[in-house]
């Protein structure tokens, strides 16, 4: 095997953070979450949305409303719905689609107790909930790249019991004024964002990407013990055995789901975490070279410029001057 190519662990778990991929990813995009009040509507409204460079979640507590994203036709949202927005445009919130929109943010800052509102309280007939991500930018296409302008998650759909127990808890926590509430509304919408995450991944018509390729018995297994093991020296033949595949109907069938080969896959998630290591400066470079499973640091800060474009060392010092 060439020198560069990463050699053997026995570590059973990737020494720098969690095995399983999703979590890994969320990790990598290191989020930072803001919730915004709820919002309760009677009468004719309309709300506006400024455009955002990363991801929008929100659902439908009680009532129905549309959902209007600039240059697309409006989705009907109902009791129980959930939505992400993928870099969504500038967009709509809307119980009529003739009512003039107010400003999202103005609305916002008026809130009193967790809650804002529009028409008399008395007449109210629908809740909604919301929040937004942002992610390192350096990891984030690694999942926006993957994911749809939309992801709606229905009602009538089989995973929903567990959204709707997280959306009550999540709308409990905006009104409720006890302390720990900013890092409880955080975890949940998180928790909120991976079941999301996992329902798109889950449903009949594949997701592109990894995040699709999750759910099938053989690509995902590999996939799996990739990010369980990341140092270890992975093989085609020994993926294409844990997927219980040829080698060759395996390096197709991986390409044809993931966009990559296996091994680039491999290589381009081991940068993904030695550049965040290296950003937070938590490991030596000799450390992470045997951590990604490289033979040695010269070997590792090789493959790092090749992928990066800049050394190990020097990315180190770009990203503690900036």
Not at 68 to 77: D, K, T
Not at 148 to 155: G, S
Not at 273 to 284: G, V
Request: glycine share 8%; charged share 20%.
């Amino acid at each position: 095997m060439k020198s560069g190519i990463p050699y053997g662990s026995s570590s059973g778990r990737s020494p720098l953070g969690p095995g399983d991929p999703i979590a890994a990813a969320i990790t990598l995009l290191r989020p930072r979450t803001v919730v915004d009040p709820g919002l309760h509507t009677a009468g004719p409204w309309a709300v506006s949305l400024d455009a955002f460079p990363y991801l929008k979640l929100g659902g439908v507590v009680q009532g129905e409303c549309w959902l209007v994203l600039e240059g697309s036709e409006p989705v009907r949202l109902r009791t129980g719905d959930i939505y992400l927005l993928n870099k969504p445009p500038r967009y709509l919130l809307a119980g009529s689609l003739d009512a003039e929109p107010r400003a999202a943010q103005a609305l916002w800052d008026s809130a009193t107790g967790g809650v804002a509102r529009i028409g008399p309280e008395s007449d109210e007939d629908t809740y909604l909930c919301s929040g937004s991500f942002w992610f390192d930018e350096t990891n984030a296409p690694m999942l926006l790249d993957i994911l749809p302008p939309l992801v709606h998650v229905k009602a009538t759909d089989p995973r929903i019991r567990m959204l709707t127990h997280l959306t009550d808890l999540l709308n409990s926590e905006v009104q409720n004024d006890a302390v720990g509430r900013p890092l409880v509304l955080d975890h949940l919408v998180q928790i909120l964002f991976v079941h999301v995450l996992r329902a798109h991944a889950e449903q009949t018509d594949r997701p592109a990407g990894w995040l699709g390729a999750l759910n099938d018995d053989g690509i995902g297994a590999a996939l799996r013990a990739m990010h369980a093991d990341v140092a270890h020296r992975w093989t085609l033949r020994e993926l294409a055995g844990i997927s219980r595949m040829s080698r060759s109907a395996f390096a197709e069938a991986f390409k044809g789901q993931v966009g990559t080969t296996p091994l680039d896959y491999l290589v381009q998630w081991r940068m993904s975490l030695a550049r965040d290591a290296l950003r937070r400066n938590t490991r030596s470079i000799t450390e992470l070279a045997f951590a990604t499973g490289y033979e040695s640091e010269s070997a590792f800060s090789t493959a790092f410029r090749r992928v990066a474009g800049l050394s190990p060392k020097q990315f180190r010092d770009a990203a503690r001057s900036g």
